[in-house]
């Protein structure tokens, strides 16, 4: 044990003997007069503490309570401020999502070092809005952010807001269930009241709204939430959205950072975990300690909070290997980086990720991890219904052809399992009439793949001005068993937005053009015996909006078209995949 933190663990154990104080709807000011509400938890101990920040949308009361990673970190010895953020319960002023959290998450974190409480160094944590708001915060370089933890959250609206260049239909179900209950109740308006009362309507009226077009005429937010409706009015390559953006900001920011995410996260949170870090270790080229670490399990949404839940991502069990003591994670970080505690943290390996298959954590310095070499595999033969077309390990297909399906954006493919976050049984999907499947031939010995996958796919149209394209990787057990690696997002890409935007570029009916998906990302080891499957489709209901394939936008317009969509395979125009392959 290192010596200079045995007077750290003697302090420690001194403010844990009595229970923390706290001290309630704590006025702090922003720069602008408005005024936001905490609670602030102090150690019974009087004196200066490091202090953590933690702010939330979602109520600050439902933060805190015995056992919470708030009551765990006052009983550690930092003092810890818990913020409703700017118009959401006791804070005063209007919420627009994630457009205040720069400016007031800098002013908090100022306030917070400023207190007589306070010793001066301050940390963030939490996760998805909280994530957030910490990345907003420090792009704004506070001077006194030693250190942050955020998880579950992004790198870019582009990917966030939007996905692929389509919108993401989950800020509906986000606004309604999380978000209008306070809203209404603030602004005296009819309609569910409690979290509980709006999830309770959401099951009845989630269909319908989902289904309905143009995305215009979603009439029951205007009200709670004016917001969705400037969204919409920005596609995904418009700049409106760079006020977001942290993609080629990450030199404004001088804290320590622990990126955490899920393979089975929100699509923007496993290639925003990833993206954030590899700018991080970018931009700190040449420092002794880049002071980033990059954390990435088998989770869904949330997961990775409790233990029981972190077993396990929808249907596919991980076990125990599989579960982190999360709060434990975050506070030995903040312990090195911003108590300064000796405690080896900065000598552990910079990344650590999950395996699924062999349900192993892998760690290494670097990324991609050590023995990662790139390997193609090559869509080859026509598929056609009951009989896949095949996934070769070659350069080039054999055979020149195509395969086609039909895409229908009032009979979209749907998800049956759009509810039920994680890994699932996807066996039937190649059934359907409307999807085109590829797949391996059995593995003679087990392939593992860790990180983003690069997939070129020549498409071409017969009417349709513009279509998405979802390619969607299984891992295939001799048993049938056909789970799915990723969340759906990651493995979109709308024709129109081939080249990033900001200005749509249509399609011409007959023509090839060449999409490439830079997305998708998991870890995953398929075993001897199993498959993989591709199966590519023009959509994946309900979880982003459709495509009407017309040429207008589903924003303003509600009329749609099918047609029919060609998948070219030939040496003209080699669709692949090209995997990271991790030697043993």
């Known amino acids: 044990m290192s010596v200079s933190i045995l007077p750290a663990i003697a302090f420690l154990a001194a403010a844990a003997a009595s229970a923390p104080l706290v001290e309630r709807d704590v006025a702090v000011p922003m720069r602008d007069g408005v005024v936001l509400r905490a609670d602030v938890w102090r150690p019974a101990a009087g004196g200066r503490f490091p202090v953590l920040v933690y702010r939330t949308p979602y109520d600050r009361r439902r933060a805190q309570g015995e056992g919470s990673t708030v009551a765990r970190a006052a009983e550690r010895g930092y003092a810890v401020v818990v913020q409703d953020v700017r118009g959401r ?84 179900d986000w606004i309604w269930c999380n978000i209008a209950p306070d809203e209404r109740l603030r602004r005296g308006l009819a309609g569910p009241r409690t979290v509980e009362e709006a999830r309770a309507a959401w099951a009845r009226i989630r269909d319908p709204i989902l289904r309905r077009l143009p995305l215009s005429a979603l009439d029951e937010f205007r009200d709670v939430a004016p917001y969705l409706f400037t969204w919409l009015e920005h596609p995904a390559g418009d700049p409106w959205w760079d006020w977001a953006e942290l993609r080629g900001r990450y030199g404004r920011v001088g804290a320590a950072v622990l990126n955490l995410s899920g393979w089975h996260d929100e699509a923007y949170g496993p290639e925003g975990a990833l993206t954030n870090f590899l700018g991080l270790l970018a931009a700190r080229r040449g420092q002794p300690d880049v002071r980033a670490k990059l954390v990435i399990g088998p989770w869904v949404h949330g997961g990775v909070m409790d233990a029981r839940e972190a077993r396990a991502s929808g249907d596919r069990a991980f076990g125990a290997a599989a579960v982190i003591d999360y709060d434990e994670t975050v506070l030995r970080f903040m312990d090195r980086y911003v108590r300064g505690l000796d405690n080896g943290v900065d000598r552990e390996p910079r990344v650590k990720a999950f395996v699924m298959g062999e349900d192993v954590w892998r760690e290494a310095d670097r990324w991609p991890l050590p023995g990662t070499v790139p390997r193609t595999l090559v869509l080859d033969d026509v598929s056609m219904r009951h009989r896949p077309g095949r996934l070769d390990w070659q350069a080039q297909p054999r055979s020149d052809g195509f395969s086609s399906f039909l895409s229908d954006p009032a009979r979209p493919v749907e998800d049956p399992f759009a509810t039920q976050p994680g890994a699932h049984d996807y066996r039937m999907l190649p059934e359907r009439e409307d999807v085109v499947t590829f797949e391996t031939a059995p593995l003679e010995d087990e392939l593992r793949i860790v990180g983003p996958i690069a997939a070129h796919m020549y498409v071409s149209t017969t009417d349709a001005r513009d279509v998405d394209i979802w390619v969607k990787l299984f891992d295939v057990a001799p048993d049938g068993t056909a789970f799915n690696l990723m969340s759906p997002g990651l493995d979109v890409l709308r024709a129109s937005y081939r080249r990033g935007g900001p200005r749509r570029q249509l399609l011409r009916p007959g023509r090839v053009y060449e999409l490439r998906f830079e997305n998708l990302m998991t870890g995953n080891t398929f075993c001897k015996g199993h498959r993989l499957r591709l199966v590519v489709s023009g959509a994946f209901f309900p979880h982003f909006s459709r495509n009407l394939q017309t040429g207008a936008l589903e924003t303003v317009s509600a009329a749609s078209r099918s047609d029919r969509i060609n998948l070219h395979h030939s040496r003209r125009y080699p669709s692949r995949l090209v995997l990271p392959v991790v030697s043993p």
């Open 89 to 172: 319960y006791g804070s005063g002023g209007e919420f627009d999502p994630y457009r205040h959290e720069g400016r007031d998450g800098y002013d908090t974190i100022e306030w917070a070092a400023a207190q007589d409480w306070s010793d001066g160094s301050v940390g963030t944590f939490g996760l998805s809005y909280p994530g957030a708001v910490q990345w907003l915060a420090a792009v704004e370089s506070p001077p006194h952010l030693e250190a942050m933890a955020p998880a579950m959250t992004f790198s870019t609206p582009r990917n966030f807001f939007y996905s692929g260049g389509v919108f993401d239909m989950s800020w509906t």
